[in-house]
């Protein structure tokens, strides 16, 4: 079973910046891709991000040019690097892990002031 813990959500004032690590309990095999997902509050869940087996990303357009994902296969881990955060941007940020099964992480509360 794949856990996923994620850190590095916090409150960040508006133009700000935060990296999101998201760290697998174990070398994820059969990887189809890994990404981000957040949740404001009353809102559905949301793609921010994703990253393929092979590289490729792709943002929603909401973040484009302002967020980064990345990854380090060698610690099994995924980042998430936000730029010039906007308070429209605060949610609860979730990471995920697509294999045979999807994998959750557990969260982390971003919020960004005006």
């Known amino acids: 079973q794949v856990q996923l813990v994620e850190s590095g959500g916090g409150l960040v004032q508006a133009g700000g910046s935060l990296r999101l690590s998201c760290a697998a309990s174990?070398?994820?095999?059969?990887?189809?891709?890994m990404g981000w997902y957040r949740q404001a509050p009353g809102k559905q869940r949301e793609l921010v991000a994703i990253i393929t087996s092979g590289g490729s990303t792709n943002y929603a357009d909401f973040v484009k040019g302002r967020f980064t994902i990345s990854r380090d296969n060698a610690k099994n881990t995924v980042y998430l690097q936000m730029n010039s955060l906007k308070p429209e941007d605060t949610a609860v940020y979730y990471c995920?892990?697509?294999?045979?099964?999807?994998?959750w992480g557990q969260g982390t509360q971003v919020t960004v002031s005006s």
């Open positions: 174990q070398t994820i095999f059969r990887l189809n891709a």
């Open positions: 995920w892990i697509s294999t045979n099964r999807s994998y």
